[in-house]
């Protein structure tokens, strides 16, 4: 039996994802856990995907920009909105030499049912115990927060967004990225 305090805990977390999925997105230094340093070595990671050759690795873009998206839920609004938005501005990443890969909690099945649902051409990884979103300060339990992190070529993180809205969010890490870039 879970005590009050867990089961406020429990609600609490439940509560965030939900308002999380629709949009609204909590600090992520209460929250989330310790985002890594900028300018520093991005977490490497692994993860199973729906395209490909199955696997997506960090590792695999060495020489590109990269962009990592959190995300808590396929199919639910916000996470829809947020995928559509970096699906339509797709060409931009790659004038710009930048692969856009989504992350989630979700299993590489729901991914792939919501890539030929939405019409999306970029990876979405299966984070499913939550490793990577906990290596990035992006988990809460039992769904990833939406977060975004850009990466350089050489492996270095070099912007994180916490304050997330999709419907503009990808219009802002463009914004970004010019500006690392320049």
Known sequence: MLSRRSFLNVLFAISLALLSSFGFTPAAHALGGKLPPLN??????SLPTNTGDGTVSLSDYQGKWVVVYFYPKDFTPGCTL?????????????????????????SVDSHAEFCDS????????????????KAYGSWIGFVSMRH???????????????????AIHST???????????
């Not at 939405?118 to 939550?130: C, Q, S």
């Open 40 to 45: 520093q070595a991005a977490p490497a990671f």
């Open 82 to 106: 947020e995928a559509k938005r970096f699906q339509q501005d797709l060409a931009k990443y790659g004038d710009r030499n930048t692969q856009v890969v989504g992350i989630s909690a979700d």
């Open 118 to 133: 939405e019409g999306l051409k970029f990876p979405l990884l299966a984070d499913t115990d939550g490793s990577v979103s």
């Open 148 to 166: 975004s992190f850009i990466i350089d070529p050489e492996g270095r993180l070099r912007a994180i967004f916490t304050d997330v809205r999709p």
């Open 172 to 182: 802002e890490v463009l914004a970004k990225l010019e500006e690392l870039q320049a």
